[in-house]
T-cell receptor
Framework: AQSVTQLGSHVSVSEGALVLLRCNYS??????LFWYVQYPNQGLQLLLK??????LVKGINGFEAEFKKSETSFHLTKPSAHMSDAAEYFC????????????FGAGTRLTVKP | NAGVMQNPRHLVRRRGQEARLRCSPM?????VYWYRQLPEEGLKFMVY????????ESGMPKERFSAEFPKEGPSILRIQQVVRGDSAAYFC?????????????FGPGTRLTVL
């Protein structure tokens, strides 16, 4: 069974600084990988996903993530943080069986300081 | 094209009452998923349904919880005899196809408070 670990429940960066949110997964087969963002009192919005092909995936709002099989990681990055990036970020993994069995990490709350 | 809709957005119940949470999937989507989010925790899968069928309920508590997705109308998550531990945000998601890279679109959630 697959699982996801997000290192750091809270990350704080200054506006304009690099954002790095860490995600490691455990899966017996190469999985599908996702990053979702959740703003206060809202549902989850898909930022980006990796399914196949290029391992560097670009998403919305300037975010990107790189699938590294050797490290079983899918870290989320953004070169320059903006105040509007403050939110909760969830990494998720799903296997390729088509069962839609998606597992979420515990989340990382990103704070952006002015 | 309206997104996934959930109602009510906030629900308050006293211990022992019933809670009914509704989810209308995106137009054209026939797969519905329910998740529960406890404070300071990630989303926990509860149940996966297609029209008139429960496909996977491995995340559902064995008692008091049930879900349905009838041929007509929204999907319903029903919690009988609620307890304080049921207080959480409940999210519904939908997808077009189970094989569509498992991309799920989420609703805004229902926040259940049990007094």
């Amino acid at each position: 069974a697959q699982s996801v670990t997000q290192l750091g429940s809270h990350v704080s960066v200054s506006e304009g600084a690099l954002v790095l949110l860490r995600c490691n997964y455990s899966s017996s087969v190469p999985p599908y990988l996702f990053w979702y963002v959740q703003y206060p009192n809202q549902g989850l919005q898909l930022l980006l996903k990796y399914t196949t092909g290029a391992t560097l995936v670009k998403g919305i709002n300037g975010f990107e993530a790189e699938f590294k099989k050797s490290e079983t990681s899918f870290h989320l990055t953004k070169p320059s943080a903006h105040m509007s990036d403050a939110a909760e970020y969830f990494c998720a993994v799903s296997d390729r069986s088509g069962n839609n069995d998606m597992r979420f990490g515990a989340g990382t709350r990103l704070t952006v300081k002015p | 094209n309206a997104g996934v809709m959930q109602n009510p957005r906030h629900l308050v119940r006293r211990r022992g009452q019933e809670a009914r949470l509704r989810c209308s999937p995106m137009k054209g989507h026939s797969h519905v998923y329910w998740y529960r989010q406890l404070p300071e925790e990630g989303l926990k899968f509860m149940v996966y349904l297609q029209k008139e069928n429960i496909i996977d309920e491995s995340g559902m508590p064995k008692e008091r919880f049930s879900a349905e997705f009838p041929k007509e109308g929204p999907s319903i998550l029903r919690i009988q005899q609620v307890v304080r531990g049921d207080s959480a945000a409940y999210f519904c998601a939908s997808s077009y196809d189970r094989a569509n890279y498992n991309e799920q679109f989420f609703g805004p959630g229902t926040r259940l408070t049990v007094l």
